[in-house]
């Protein structure tokens, strides 16, 4: 949540959602409705110019196959042949009778490019008609053979039989007792025939197979294809199937497009949305590194400054100019920046300064009451001794001294420093007491290096001792310290003499900078110099634990370290 409050996000989700709202929205329209009704569309007049060139080639099949029967029907060719049988008629008779027949009843027909009869009792018997010539002797040289063999199992019904190239329909020709007496031979003109389906095959630019009757079996699997558009074998076709299954005959169609062909101005059209979309993307760009530049950079740099001011760098300036409302702005905050470092170099120094003095003063307040108890310290112990330890308390004297003194005038000092501090001043109360204290220390490396106020452990030490330790005639100190986050623990725990209500009475008046004649001294500088120094991030505690040992907690934040 703290990134999207950040303005140049908000900013460049604010183009985004410009740009891509009309875009997934024109995008949704164009896929699921647009081109998904414009494919339909398309899909629909495939299919409608398909059936309809189908039902008009079934019509121009429906009409051959009844002008086959006709031969049947009329019945001339039966009464023919039936004198020819009888010897009523000769040969000659009987081929020119049979041949005005076949002359007049399909020379003129435009669906056959030839007509041929003969009876089943003497093939050789023959007749076509004259303008068939040419396509009747290919027939004769190709499927005769053929032809005779299948019409044996073939009854009444007609077939299409495609040899050589040519299309035939050949039909048996059956007496009143339905018994086979000639077969009938017309050669299909399949331009004319299927005119139709040429015509639907050049309007798709797409190939076009027909099967009639038998026709084109040998090529195409049409019992493996299921009728209706489908996909074609072909990744880049698709293809539409019609059946129909008559008395006579079996009809089938399949043209294969190109989907370029069908689906090719929806591609176009896919492709232009696409396009602009993509010609959008350097626009949205542009426009993005324009609020970069004019908007998010200035506020960007205006909000790095503050906190740059936050931090205590004063006087900081931004490069920004202009006539806009953001380079004004800018202008603005610049003076106003050095204004306020002007008013902090007259005023905030001042104040650091006493706040210094004042810390001066209080630590002097210190240094000499732990000098004397030292000095006197040695004093004795040189007068009952004068033995080895001599060395060991002077080395210790100067640690004091050295943190008395100020340490060259600084305020601020390292954990480890002020350990020393505190060891040395144990040193010399351990002198004093001898085996009835004992002091303890439980130290975290990663603490040590952390920076603290100048003279802080030894006044807690010193008040452990004066008001735990020698009331009670000795006892354990415990000085522990812990780095955790962004705080430094200290505590110092003494098993001496339990704190009463009286105590605790002058403690917290001592915490809260009211010394009270001089009662707990060393507490109230510590609580008074945390305060200047950290502003009442640190905290002092005391208290009584379960065991009704003395525990005071001291916590100091770490980010003031070098304050």
Request: a negative charge; glycine letters at 8%.
């Amino acid at each position: 949540m703290k990134f999207f409050k950040s303005i140049r996000v908000q900013l460049v989700a604010i183009m985004l959602l410009c740009y891509l709202t009309p875009t997934l929205i024109l995008g949704e329209y164009m896929g699921n409705v647009f081109f998904a009704d414009l494919r339909t569309k398309t899909e629909t007049a495939l299919t409608s110019s398909v059936e309809h060139a189908c039902t008009l080639s079934l019509q121009s099949v429906a009409r051959a196959v009844s002008l086959a029967k006709d031969a049947t029907y009329d019945g001339e060719l039966n009464t023919v042949y039936a004198a020819y049988q009888s010897g009523a008629i000769t040969d000659a008779e009987f081929l020119r009778q049979s041949r005005n027949y076949v002359e007049r009843k399909y020379s003129r027909e435009s669906l056959f490019t030839f007509a041929l009869f003969f009876p089943v009792s003497d093939p050789s018997m023959l007749v076509y008609n004259r303008a068939g010539y040419e396509q009747a002797m290919l027939y004769l040289q190709n499927a005769n053979d053929r032809v005779i063999a299948l019409c044996e199992d073939l009854d009444t019904r007609c077939l299409f039989l495609e040899e050589g190239g040519q299309t035939y329909l050949v039909r048996n020709l059956m007496n009143l007792r339905l018994e086979r007496f000639g077969l009938l031979v017309l050669g299909i003109n399949r331009d004319r025939l299927l005119c139709d389906v040429e015509a639907l095959s050049s309007s798709w630019d797409g190939e076009v197979q027909v099967m009639l009757g038998q026709s084109g079996a040998t090529q195409v699997d049409w019992d493996a294809l299921s009728p209706g558009l489908s996909e074609a074998p072909r990744e880049d076709q698709i293809q539409y199937v019609h059946r129909e299954r008559q008395s006579d005959f079996d009809f089938a169609l399949r043209l294969s497009v190109s989907q370029d062909r069908i689906y090719g101005e929806i591609r176009a059209f896919r492709r232009l949305m696409t396009g602009l979309f993509v010609l959008l993307v350097p626009v949205l760009g542009l426009i993005l590194w324009y609020v970069r530049r004019r908007i998010v950079r200035p506020i960007s740099l205006l909000s790095q400054a503050s906190r740059r001011i936050e931090e205590g760098e004063w006087g900081v300036t931004v490069p920004m100019h202009g006539d806009d409302e953001l380079g004004r702005l800018g202008s603005a905050f610049s003076n106003m920046s050095r204004r306020i470092a002007d008013l902090i170099d007259k005023t905030y120094k001042e104040e650091i300064a006493l706040r210094d003095a004042k810390i001066q003063a209080m630590q002097s307040r210190i240094n000499p009451h732990f000098i004397n108890n030292a000095l006197e310290t040695l004093n004795w112990e040189a007068r009952l001794e004068g033995s080895e330890t001599m060395a060991g308390m002077v080395e210790s004297l100067s640690v004091l001294l050295n943190a008395g003194m100020g340490r060259a005038n600084r305020r601020m000092v390292s954990l480890r420093e002020e350990i020393d501090v505190a060891r040395a001043y144990c040193y010399f109360v351990g002198l004093r007491y001898g085996d009835r204290l004992q002091v303890r220390y439980s130290l975290d490396e990663h603490s040590l290096d952390v920076v603290v106020p100048l003279l802080t452990l030894q006044p807690l030490l010193e008040n452990a001792v004066e008001h735990g330790i020698e009331p009670a005639g000795g006892g354990e100190i415990e000085l522990s310290s812990l780095r955790a986050g962004d705080l430094l623990l200290l505590q110092v725990i003494n098993s001496g003499k339990p704190l009463d209500k009286d105590d605790l009475a002058r403690i917290r008046a001592a915490l809260h900078g009211d010394s009270q004649g001089g009662h707990h001294l060393g507490l109230s500088n510590i609580t008074t110099r945390l305060h200047l120094i950290y502003g009442g991030r640190a905290t002092l505690d005391m208290r009584s634990d379960e065991r009704g040992h003395t525990v005071v907690r001291l916590e100091i934040p770490l980010k003031e370290e070098e304050a």
